[in-house]
């Protein structure tokens, strides 16, 4: 039924209710259209512009990082929403100490189930060698990998898939069918085979994180955790 405008299904328990519709299908088409064009327009770019490697992948995390804070803000202006409603809320400490322990999980499992992956197929578990990855340049690293690579793609990949994609399914599915739908979509846009085991993990694990404390913020915190500890090995790799 419908309560002040939010849908409300008696059959779900009170902890599905907090589940409230915040997203609709235009909500999801729109935004998912404006991520995807970011991506293709960065990705074209990088085609056409000779410069190294390290450069042409930060154009295209800049391009997820505007395309995807653009579109969910502007969304979420337009349906008059609060970042309160899709769980962007109250910081709690103890949080930190549940986002450290499940990146380890994480790492152990999703690198675990690559790793097999990768030696069945017998292939290396990443795309590109290290001397491809960095610059000669420090400060070039310090923006490519700790700020872009460890801080905003990791909160802007929680708000879309997890802050729209997984809320959309969780508005009017159980968790668990949420969670596999999102974490399936999560690990196929990695391309890489050997890298879709760990983000489905990855995933996986955020949108359990979410669904538990109905708050991003822990999600962002996992996934910030995760992709800071491969940029650290990333580094030590090189000394």
Known sequence: MLLGGVYNDPNMNTHDNLWKKVWSKNDLINISLIFLAGLIASLMAVYFINVELVYKVLLVELGLVVSILGAVLWRLRVNKISLSSIGIDEFRFRWIFLAILLSLLVITIGGFLSSSLANFLGKEAGNLNTEDLLSDS?????????IFGAILIPIVEELYFRGVLFRYFRQNNAFLKAALWSSTIFALLHISPVIMPFAFVLGF????????????????MLHIAVNSFAINLLFLSTI
Not at 138 to 146: A, D, I, T
Not at 205 to 220: G, M, Q, R, V
């Open 138 to 146: 420090l400060w070039l690293n310090v923006l490519y990998l700790k």
């Open 205 to 220: 694990t955020s949108a359990w994180i979410y669904n538990k404390t109905n708050s991003l913020l822990p999600s962002f």
